[in-house]
């Protein structure tokens, strides 16, 4: 059974970073591509940032561009994302997923972690 589990989220001021982490467990995920995704209250899910598992490809969303990255490290079957230059605006619950690269939809979610950044 697939299970995410995100940690490292908090509260920073504007301007500061944090680092999220999503650890990975229940099979191997060399053709799977993991995701960040967000969310605040009373607003769609949001698409933050991907990356293959097999071949490191990313993909950012324009609102993190520059100041997101978000990267893996096979051996401990985690996937990161690095938030730098935090706006208040990035305040949401992020959320990792997975999914098979056959599949469109992200098939496993974590259960989130909290973000708030203040100004």
């Known amino acids: 059974q697939v299970q995410l589990v995100e940690s490292g989220g908090g509260l920073v001021q504007a301007g500061g970073s944090l680092r999220l982490s999503c650890a990975a467990s229940?099979?191997?995920?060399?053709?799977?591509?993991m995701g960040w995704f967000r969310q605040t209250p009373g607003k769609e899910r949001e698409f933050v940032a991907r990356?293959?598992?097999?071949?490191?490809?990313?993909y950012y969303a324009d609102s993190v561009k520059g100041r997101f990255t978000i990267s893996k490290d096979n051996a401990k079957n985690t996937v990161y994302l690095q938030m730098n230059s935090l706006k208040p605006e990035d305040t949401a619950v992020y959320y990792c997923?997975?999914?098979?690269?056959?599949?469109?939809?992200?098939?496993?979610w974590g259960q989130g972690t909290q973000v708030t950044v203040s100004s």
């Open positions: 997923a997975a999914r098979r690269l056959a599949n469109s939809e992200y098939e496993f």
């Open positions: 990356i293959s598992w097999s071949t490191g490809f990313t």
């Open positions: 229940g099979r191997t995920f060399s053709n799977y591509r």
